[in-house]
């Protein structure tokens, strides 16, 4: 497929009075060169490479717009992904910048979903059209020859025959072969105009004159050697699509068209006894943009029931726009099912681990996966440091905890208080915490606890329990310095029940 | 005799609507405290619906004795199901530890920490909804009265139990409502602090007036250690028998 006019249509597209002017982009700087041109602006003999001075001088009336090769970049990629519509290997072409726009639609075996390879053309035609784009297009065996027959060819039949390039392409000049500018005039140097001019000769002379690049290219477009099509998104090896006869709109419509989607996908998953931990949706949309939504899933999961659900809240955020015309649901990350649950879903929900695996991954997929987690124990001597996360759903052995009467809340950072105790390794008597004063009426301790110096060098604490005259009761420690005769220093780490 | 009778069928009738009817459909969970589950008129904390743990303010040096209770109410809760519980908090993690010695089993607990208090709503419904849980704790500062009737019929629909430890305003159309003191702990003298104790007041009951001190009932409460359990060691009337102010002088 190729968008001689990207530049321009694109333009055109967010201004549509300006598609009955000439147009033409220019390169920033010294010497402004135009970089891409419209119809009209052709017409009028104003050509891409020419300086911004002589095309103004041709056509008066010429409009200019800056040369921007990173929008065209990235429509062309949009237009990429728009494309997976028709072929999951649908990519854009790099090749050949400034002379417009490619894009590569491997269709071997998609074509009958559209009515032939004709049928799918003429639809592609007819929506590049309706959204302000010129296009041609070629359709061969190879790659090579599809994109030389656009270029270069008789846009009124773009499908070559099967095996017909060799003839077919013969006429065509040698440009069509992507090859280098300095190349392609050597060649023509010689006389070589016609790709033709080319199938006769020795390979070994056009070799030692030009490199492999000639050879190379000509074999790819004959097809004597592959060239593959590296799709932009890499295609999941589970997917399913579904094209709509009328574009559909409606949140209803396409909560229930996933729905649909997705009991084929979990068939198809529990056949290979799979689950899928990553799912996608592209939803594409009649304006040739897309829309993507994605899950995850803390366990390989192939209920549609379950996935359904967590699709429903992003799929209600979904703009459809002025309809969406296909919707593809991709399997990103896929793992084999878990036959027996070890963890606790197993363990400790009896009859109804998948209600809690789907629990969680609502949570997860809402708030992200970090914030649902498990305690566990850690081994350390430092409160703060004997209780880690981990993931809701992790398996993990019996734990064991630290002995010794432990706060329901400990403070993620110790609040310095001023305490007063009687004598300097006695538990304290009064403390003042905020605006409040609390006096003690009962004290254990201490508990002295070191640090760990490889974990995180510090002083030991000696840790008091402590109760106020109301009954409150917390967990205060003294910064325990050897010999020196600084002033203690008191933190309040944590309030006991 | 008629007009009493055309008001309790409307009062039922609401009861219904707002699913806090005293009728259980999803079980009861008794706190194996007898004193407490005589007065409660399920003879324990009915399953399904909403009930509303309160410290007496919401100064965080006072978080920590309803923040026992509710402990000793969701170890209850998920030793009768055996099945996990979730707490949904923006504060700090409870510590695994003290929670372990309270009677909940932290390898039962799953913690959510929502970013936006309105999640915490959210988690508080999604878990409602969820069949494999015992239970769901939520800490709130506060909740509208209507949030908190979508959680009540939730709860109804699904057969979850929410505890709502809410340091905020309440009056939430909650089944039961408890208010939670600290109390000074009993100890020989000189042998340090003794065992959680707690004046937990019962606020609000569905089917039990409230005398004039706009309590239901109140007991003053322990942990004991020996029976991983709760004990009343003193109830509302003989307060008096043990004065705060002798235990001042320990």
Redesign the interface.
């Known amino acids: 497929m190729w968008l001689p006019r990207l530049a321009t249509d694109r333009l055109s597209r967010g201004d549509p009075a300006g598609r009955d002017r000439a147009l033409a982009t220019a390169t920033a700087g010294g010497a402004r060169r135009i970089t891409a041109v419209n119809r009209l602006a052709e017409a009028a003999g104003v050509r891409p490479g020419v300086t911004v001075a002589d095309a103004l001088a041709v056509a008066p009336g010429l409009a200019l717009a800056p040369h921007d090769p990173q929008s065209d970049r990235q429509l062309l990629e949009r237009l990429a992904d728009w494309c997976g519509h028709y072929t999951p290997w649908a990519a854009a072409d790099g090749w050949g910048e400034g002379t417009g726009g490619g894009l590569w639609l491997d269709i071997t075996g998609c074509a009958h979903l559209f009515g032939g390879e004709a049928k799918l053309l003429a639809h592609l035609h007819a929506r590049l059209a309706r959204l302000g784009f010129a296009a041609r297009s070629g359709l061969a065996d190879t790659p090579g020859a599809a994109w030389a027959w656009a270029r270069f060819g008789d846009a009124r039949q773009p499908i070559l025959t099967p095996n017909g390039q060799r003839t077919a392409l013969a006429a065509l000049p040698v440009a069509a072969l992507r090859l280098q500018p300095t190349t392609a005039a050597g060649l023509a140097g010689l006389g070589l105009r016609q790709i033709g001019d080319l199938y006769g000769l020795p390979r070994a002379t056009i070799a030692a004159r030009f490199g492999r690049e000639v050879a190379h290219r000509l074999d790819q477009m004959l097809g004597h050697e592959a060239e593959p099509i590296s799709p932009r998104l890499e295609p999941a090896s589970h997917r399913m699509h579904m094209a709509f006869a009328e574009p559909i709109a409606r949140a209803e419509d396409v909560t229930e068209a996933v729905h649909r989607l997705l009991l084929r996908l979990c068939a198809q998953l529990e056949a290979e006894r799979l689950g899928v931990r990553r799912l996608e949706v592209r939803l594409f949309r009649v304006d040739a943009s897309t829309q993507c939504v994605a899950i995850g899933t803390s366990r390989p999961v192939n209920d549609p029931r379950h996935l359904l659900r967590l699709l429903r809240e992003p799929l209600a955020g979904v703009d459809a726009g002025f309809g969406i015309e296909a919707a593809r649901l991709s399997a990103s990350e896929v793992a084999p099912l878990a036959l027996k649950q070890a963890d606790?879903?197993g363990a400790?929900?009896?009859g109804?681990?998948d209600?809690?695996a789907?629990?969680?991954d609502?949570?997860g997929n809402?708030?992200g996966f970090d914030?649902?987690?498990?305690?566990?124990?850690r081994q350390s001597h430092l409160?703060e440091a004997?209780?880690r996360?981990l993931p809701?759903l992790a398996a993990?052995a019996?734990?064991e905890?630290?002995v010794g009467?432990?706060?329901?809340?400990?403070?993620?950072r110790p609040e310095p208080v001023e305490a007063v105790a009687m004598l300097p390794d006695a538990p304290p008597v009064l403390f003042r915490?905020g605006r409040?004063t609390?006096r003690l009426?009962?004290?254990?301790?201490a508990e002295r606890i070191a640090a760990e110096w490889w974990r995180r060098p510090g002083p030991d604490r000696d840790y008091y329990?402590?109760?106020d005259?109301?009954?409150?009761?917390?967990w205060l420690y003294r910064e325990h310095h050897y010999g020196d005769g600084v002033a203690p220093r008191w933190f309040l780490h944590?309030?006991?029940? | 005799m008629l007009r009493s009778s055309a008001l309790s069928t409307l009062r039922a009738r609401i009861a219904a609507l707002e699913g806090t009817g005293r009728e259980v459909v999803a079980g009861v969970v008794p706190l194996a405290v007898p004193a407490i589950d005589a007065v409660l008129p399920w003879g324990g904390l009915p399953r399904g619906c909403l009930h509303e743990i309160a410290p007496i303010s919401a100064d965080r040096a006072e978080a920590g004795a309803a923040c026992g209770f509710a402990v000793a109410v969701l170890g209850r809760l998920a030793a009768a199901a055996e099945r996990p519980v979730l707490w949904i908090t923006r504060d700090d993690d409870p510590y695994a530890p003290g929670l372990a010695a309270l009677g909940l089993p932290p390898q039962r607990l799953i913690l959510v920490r929502p970013y936006k208090p309105a999640q915490v709503l959210w988690a508080l419904e999604e878990g409602l909804r969820c069949a494999a849980l015992a239970g769901v704790l939520a800490e709130t500062w506060g909740i509208e009265p209507t949030a908190a009737r979508r959680l009540q019929l939730a709860a109804r629909a699904s057969g979850g139990t929410a505890l709502l430890l809410n340091r905020g305003a309440g009056a939430a159309p909650a089944m039961t409502r408890w208010r939670i003191a600290p109390a000074p702990s009993q100890a020989p003298a000189g042998e340090g602090v003794g065992a959680w104790r707690w004046q937990v007041d019962l606020l609000r009951c569905r089917g039990r007036a409230a005398a004039e001190d706009g309590r239901v009932a109140a007991w003053t409460v322990e942990w004991c250690d020996e029976t991983r359990g709760l004990r009343v060691v003193a109830a509302a009337g003989d307060r008096s028998a043990e004065p705060r102010r002798s235990r001042r002088a320990g």
């Open positions: 606790m879903v400790a929900a009896k109804a681990p209600e809690l789907l629990l969680l609502s949570l809402r708030l914030r649902v987690s498990r305690p566990a124990a409160p004997a209780v996360r809701a993990s019996a734990s905890w630290p009467r432990r706060p329901l809340r400990l403070f993620s915490w409040r609390h009426v009962r004290a254990d301790g329990l402590v109760e005259e109301n009954g409150r009761r917390f944590g309030v006991f029940p």
